[in-house]
């Protein structure tokens, strides 16, 4: 125990020469009565950890999202605290406690549904023969698995306003980089010097438009300015991670706004460069409408507390090159059922190289793809059949879209809406097969499953 606490400490002490060097800056205090943050804003399970780590005589501080989230008086998506106490101290304070993560060592605690994540303070440089920070040559931080103080801590993180410590011990803010008075002026600023911190982290340019959307900050000039000439940074980052800091993008709520700004600084593009291109050449409102619409519903949903998922924007967002690249293969000679699966193999493959969408939902974005062509077939037992698809809901809700944004006959998603609501007399008549078309519509394969249905006296 006091070998750890030796070492511990050693680490800190050596961690905090570094740092004087760096900064001079002291952290401004804001006392309890200088901000609006209280108690009853905070999680218990939040508070249970604060104190506890406080009892056991630690520093332990609320930091991040819900620092800044709590002074905009909205509630956080989650609670974070940093330490002085290491990994293992933690763990031995707490029973319901998990470490995690290889990069980096973190605390779960864990309360039912509720996790507290604790992190002991970073340091932002490590002794340059430790092997402990490891630098890609492109400025890329790979590994930087230091501990060091709460200085150091607050100056490696990415924006001024996500730099604010709240201390349990007297309710105070801290602040150490000038993150409250960005925060009074809607500001978001890096760090340090931008274009450095790009490097660093390229994914920060994404960070910087959904936290600008999400608050409604501006992004301070000096910030803005670096990231036109960026974007190509992205590419370097695995597309695991891409993908999950497209989640966050798209289905926060914010959605359009947040694809109108990445479009704005070019990011969109390197995100889904397919739809991009489509975007770019379009030459007709279509695409721009479709994608539109489909953000906008999604917004709408998360709004009404409704799900939404990843799958079904996809499929959106992919829909136009989808079509495109299954005309092409039509015009050279495919039919159309081929055209469309090839189509959207060769989509997805190139997509998921940039964005890790992992397997069960590109099967779903290729279900409700392909589910499109069935709408059309009215007659006999294939609306029924089309219905019980497990699928069938969200292909539904696609059509809808795809008609509010003209890419299909109104009248056509009026026949399925209608469809689903009448009584199976209704029905019968709706699926009755034009007098001149019944010949055609006995082809070998629906004859077939037309009887195994009379058998079971479904639908005829
Ligand atoms: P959200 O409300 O979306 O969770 P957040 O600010 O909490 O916002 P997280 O991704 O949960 O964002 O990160 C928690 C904190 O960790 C941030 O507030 C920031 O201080 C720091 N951080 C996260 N990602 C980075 C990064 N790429 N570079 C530097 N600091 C980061
Ligand atoms: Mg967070």
Redesign the pocket.
């Given at each position: 125990m006091t070998a750890i606490l030796n070492f511990f400490k050693k680490i800190l002490g050596a961690a905090s020469q570094t740092q004087q060097k760096k900064t001079s800056r002291v952290g401004k205090i804001y006392s309890r009565s200088e901000h609006n943050i209280s108690r009853s804003q905070i999680s218990e399970n939040a508070l249970k950890v604060l104190y506890r780590l406080k009892k056991a005589g630690f520093d332990a501080y609320l930091?991040?999202?819900?620092?800044?989230?709590l002074l905009l008086g909205r509630e956080?998506?989650?609670f974070?605290v940093a330490t002085n106490a290491s990994p293992e101290q933690v763990k031995r304070t707490f029973r319901n406690c998990r470490l995690i993560g290889r990069r980096f060592r973190l605390a779960h605690i864990y309360f039912g549904q509720e996790i507290i994540?604790v992190?002991t303070f970073r340091g932002g440089e490590a002794e340059e023969d430790s092997g402990q920070q490891v630098v890609h040559e492109d400025g890329r931080l790979l590994r930087d698995n230091v501990f060091g103080t709460i200085e150091q801590d607050a100056w490696?993180?990415?924006?001024t306003?996500?730099?604010l410590y709240y201390n349990i011990r007297d309710f105070s803010v801290v602040d150490y980089t000038g993150g409250m008075e960005d925060h009074a002026k809607a500001v978001l600023k890096l760090?340090g010097d931008p274009v450095t911190?790009y490097r660093?982290?390229p994914?920060?340019m994404l960070?910087a438009v959904?936290?600008a959307v999400?608050l409604g900050f501006s992004i301070d000039p000096e910030t803005e300015k670096p990231i036109y000439e960026l974007t190509e940074l992205l590419r370097g980052i695995p597309a695991a991670r891409l993908f999950d800091e497209t989640l966050?993008l798209f289905m926060?709520g914010y959605g359009l706004q947040t694809f109108e700004m990445l479009r704005h600084y070019n990011l969109f593009a390197v995100l889904f460069p397919d739809s991009d291109k489509c975007l770019e050449t379009e030459d007709h409102d279509f695409p721009r409408v479709f994608l539109v619409k489909a953000l906008q519903n999604s917004d709408n949903r998360v709004a009404e507390g409704k799900t939404v998922m990843p799958y079904f924007l996809f499929a959106a967002f992919l829909w136009e090159p989808l079509q495109l690249e299954a005309k092409r293969l039509m015009d050279s000679g495919e039919n159309e059922a081929f055209a469309y699966q090839h189509a959207a193999s060769g989509i997805l493959n190139r997509q998921v190289k940039v964005t890790a969408i992992p397997k069960r939902v590109t099967q779903s974005m290729r279900e409700v793809w392909l589910l499109q062509s069935r709408f059309t077939k009215r007659s006999g037992v294939r609306p029924y059949r089309l219905l019980s698809h497990p699928r069938f809901r969200a292909a539904y809700d696609f059509l809808l879209l795809r008609a509010q944004a003209g890419d299909v006959d109104a009248e056509l998603a009026d026949w399925w809406s209608r469809f689903q609501q009448v009584d199976e007399a209704e029905q019968k008549k709706m699926t009755r097969p034009a007098k001149n078309s019944r010949h055609k519509g006995r082809s070998r394969r629906s004859g077939k499953f037309r009887s195994k249905k009379t058998k079971s006296n479904t639908h005829e």
């Open positions: 930091v991040g999202g819900c620092v800044r989230d956080p998506k989650d974070d994540e992190a490696r993180r990415d924006f306003v996500n730099s760090i911190r660093e982290d994914v920060r960070r959904r936290f999400k966050k926060s």
